[in-house]
């Protein structure tokens, strides 16, 4: 055999061993980048989603069902997005106005607690920075659970019990958090990708509780 097609065969098969990898290291992707332009382009989704603030949490729900499919090799087209995000707007309605009350009334008494006019501030400020990291956490917690059909009052109970139950995770989530306020402070434009990164964050951490201990592999 020419000695040119043997270096080029030899390549070749270099170069699917290298896709193979490439494409087992992100499961249902091929390659790393692949991956970030999916987080990216599902915090499009989720912007779009989320345009009428009530619909922010079942946009979220939809953005990590949809990065959970595109990891697992799954279908994880648009129409399948849109089916979880009207699954997830049943019976959320109340939980959504609530959980936006409550974040504006936490937003409120900090605001107040850094004008130093309101008596017992630091207290206020403490119990308030509280509310507003369990509730948030809490509700990426219960995002990553929903199935259709679930009932959100009881999601949002068992995601506040799961803070406890993987305090690890939770700093993870509420760091992901952190991380996109600040980046929208910086640059108001990138509030178009955050709802990617914190469901591709919420993603990140129910990966990391189901992956096998090592000694189980």
């Not at 091929?30 to 987080?39: D, N, R």
Request: hydrophobic share 50%.
């Amino acid at each position: 055999m020419d000695p040119a097609s043997k270096d080029a065969r030899r390549e070749t098969s270099k170069d699917v061993r290298r896709r193979k990898k490439s494409a087992d290291s992100v499961p249902g992707s091929f390659g790393k980048f692949a991956l970030f332009s999916e987080v990216l382009l599902t915090g499009v989704y989720v912007m779009v989603l989320s345009l009428a603030v009530v619909t922010a949490l079942p946009a979220v729900t939809a953005g990590v069902g949809h990065l959970r499919r595109h990891l697992r090799g799954e279908r994880d087209g648009v129409a399948e997005l849109w089916e979880d995000f009207k699954a997830a707007c049943s019976g959320v309605w109340v939980v959504a106005v609530g959980s936006i009350v409550a974040f504006c009334l936490v937003g409120l008494n900090l605001w107040a607690v850094s004008t130093e006019a309101l008596p017992g501030g630091a207290v206020v400020g403490v119990v308030s920075a509280g509310l507003g990291v369990t509730l948030s956490v809490g509700l990426l917690r219960a995002a990553s659970v929903w199935t259709p059909g679930d009932r959100w009052f009881s999601l949002v109970r068992r995601g506040v019990r799961e803070i406890g139950a993987d305090p690890a995770g939770s700093a993870m989530l509420f760091a992901a958090v952190v991380m996109c306020v600040v980046l929208v402070w910086m640059l108001k434009p990138l509030v178009m990708i955050v709802g990617g990164l914190v469901a591709f964050a919420v993603v990140g951490v129910e990966f990391r509780t189901a992956r096998p201990a090592r000694g189980e592999r």
